[in-house]
């Protein structure tokens, strides 16, 4: 069974077709990072998923349950972190949690909730008001609420922006302890390095379609073309070196830049010739990484925003 | 699957949140002091002023002040979807297993609770103060007209607070609902006013020669621009006089309570198919 399956799922806002035919397929246990630009249809995806909108069009089942007529089944078993978390804001954010938790049905609810706030860093904060509450403790009890339900399935919309450093490696850290445990996490972001460190699968929507859906290290792969790129350190590194890994066969592209040599070759085994040319040169060569392109530049080639020059 | 038995729960869960919020806010605290303070004066007056009435008979008096106590019933309801939908707390709701209609029907009841407690509570001063006012003491023949006046003035302002319901589910914006909802409020009172001024014009030249009730006598038109107002049916007097055949709004006892509770329910049910088929962006 998969987490989340769509086929053909579309929603039509006035004449704009904010989902158009949108095939997805999430599977159990994976963290899937779902990607595109704004108004791609990323939140109309998330809200027909959630039960908030209607499609007008296609299917899609949530952890086997049609989102048509399943609603009821899939909230007992999906955890949902919105955008910008909302809460009561008169209240604390232990009332919110007792009131949400009350809700989904939660056994032993005084513990439960006391166990997540500490989860989440907000042991000590939990009885003051949440209007007094920053974003990065939002989020926090966001994703509390969230989890109140041990959700099979976590929704996540935005969980880190406007988070500092910390906040969003403590909301990295939440979502791999959650992998884990074998729970589903579907992350709809725009912070690409933090869904390239945690995601599995990434699914690439643009005008409500699906561009792309991959593994991530197999999307980064297919982005980068035939070629394999390194990168060289070492002492002294200047242009001339750049020209001596230009000569060698296979070598498509050779640069160096910040005092790294940049390397684009057609087989890894190139990479082992240059070094030997580098180090004959005299050279002493200190680190050779394989590089792959980052999310950003995957997304942007893919998406067809990448500014020229 | 509906799971009857933990929606009971979810609205209770809703209606009591409903019920505290409520309560503690400023719009409850205002309107609602200055019920209490006018219920507190009308006991001073019958209690004084008709000193062989029974204390109970303060709820007539008291019936007078069904406009404000209708108007906090509006005020109250309005907001209570619509100010979900602004603040976005609608998607902490509804991602949780909680069907729409009990939302719907939590909400509705926890601001009946508000209202129904307000005005319980300043019908109990009331009594009480006017019988020490009048000297006379409550009696076990007070129970039946007295109960029965609360219960008939709850149902009268449940049909208001379904009405609030319906303003916040069909918007947005907090500040629109509640102006609506006033709106509906003053369109309501002004209906039932001109069927009064209408009626009467129109049945003038027959009143000299009725003895019935005049209301009779009215146009349909005029009856039915009464009959709108909830306010109409108010069956205060009717209980407290012990003559339940006695006609208010040219219905019998049986026939207003029928009719506000059909009007309740008519609203509430159009509230809960309205907010289970909006889409929530």
């Not at chain 1, 929603?11 to 095939?23: K, P, T």
């Not at chain 1, 007008?56 to 007529?69: C, F, N, P, S």
């Not at chain 2, 020669?209 to 621009?225: E, Q, R, S, W």
């Amino acid at each position: 069974m998969k987490a989340i399956e769509t086929r053909d799922l579309t929603r039509r806002f006035g004449r704009i077709e904010a989902v158009n035919s949108l095939d997805l397929n999430v599977e159990e246990g994976v963290i899937y990072g779902f990607l595109g630009p704004n108004g791609a249809g990323k939140s109309t995806t998330i809200n027909m998923l959630m039960g908030f909108v209607k499609p007008h069009g296609g299917t899609a089942k949530v952890l086997g349950h049609d989102i048509r007529t399943g609603h009821y089944e899939i909230r007992k078993l999906v955890g949902y972190l919105p955008e910008r978390p909302p809460f009561y804001e008169s209240m604390s954010g232990v009332a919110n949690a007792k009131y949400f938790g009350r809700l989904i049905g939660v056994k032993d609810l005084d513990a439960r909730v006391d166990a997540l706030l500490k989860q989440v860093g907000l042991e000590g904060r939990g009885q003051d008001k949440v209007r007094g509450y920053s974003h990065g403790m939002r989020q926090r009890l966001g994703i509390a609420i969230a989890l109140l339900g041990d959700p099979k399935l976590l929704i996540m919309d935005e969980p880190t922006t406007g988070l500092d450093p910390q906040g969003s490696h403590d909301i990295r850290e939440i979502i791999r302890r959650l992998k884990d445990r074998h729970v589903t996490v579907f992350l709809s972001s725009h912070i690409l390095h933090e869904v390239q460190e945690v995601s599995d699968v990434v699914g690439i929507i643009k005008g409500g379609r699906m561009l792309v859906e991959q593994p991530i290290d197999t999307f980064l792969k297919s982005t980068r073309g035939g070629a394999t790129t390194f990168e060289f350190y070492a002492p002294g590194l200047d242009d001339a070196y750049a020209d001596i890994a230009q000569k060698i066969n296979g070598v498509e592209s050779a640069s160096v830049r910040d005092g790294r040599l940049y390397l684009a070759v057609a087989e890894p085994s190139v990479a082992e010739d240059v070094n030997a040319a580098l180090v004959g040169a005299g050279l002493r060569v200190r680190e050779i990484r394989e590089t792959m392109p980052t999310l950003e530049d995957a997304f942007l080639k893919v998406v067809g925003e990448r500014k020229e020059g | 699957m509906y799971d009857a038995q933990r929606e009971i729960r979810n609205i209770g869960t809703i209606a009591t949140k409903e019920f505290r919020d409520n309560v503690g806010s400023k719009r409850f605290i205002f309107i609602g002091f200055f019920y209490l303070l006018f219920a507190v004066v009308l006991s001073l007056v019958t209690g004084y002023v008709s000193k062989d009435t029974r204390p109970y008979m303060v709820l007539g008096m008291m019936e007078s002040l069904n406009l404000i106590v209708a108007l906090l019933a509006v005020i109250i309801s309005a907001d209570t979807l619509s100010l979900e939908k602004k603040d976005r707390t609608v998607y902490q709701l509804l991602s949780k297993p909680v069907e729409r209609s009990s939302v719907v029907i939590g909400k509705y009841l926890g601001c009946l609770a508000v209202i129904a407690t307000l005005f319980t509570a300043c019908a109990l001063l009331a009594y009480a103060l006017t019988a020490v006012f009048s000297g006379t003491m409550p009696a076990p023949g007070d129970l039946i007209p007295f109960v029965g006046a609360i219960l008939a003035e709850n149902l009268m302002l449940a049909a208001y607070i379904a009405i609030g319901v319906l303003v916040s589910t069909v918007t947005k914006n907090p500040f629109i609902s509640i102006m609506a909802a006033f709106l509906a409020w003053v369109v309501l009172f002004m209906t039932s006013t001109m069927g009064n001024i209408v009626g009467l014009f129109a049945a003038q030249e027959s009143m000299l020669f009725y003895a019935g009730d005049t209301f009779d006598l009215y146009p349909v038109y005029a009856k039915a621009m009464i009959w709108v107002d909830p306010m109409s049916h108010g069956m205060v007097s009717q209980l407290l006089s012990g003559n339940t055949g006695t006609a208010i709004a040219g219905l019998p006892l049986w026939a207003n309570v029928a009719f506000l509770l059909g009007y309740a329910l008519l609203l509430l049910t159009a509230a809960v198919m309205l907010f289970k088929n909006q889409d929530i962006t």
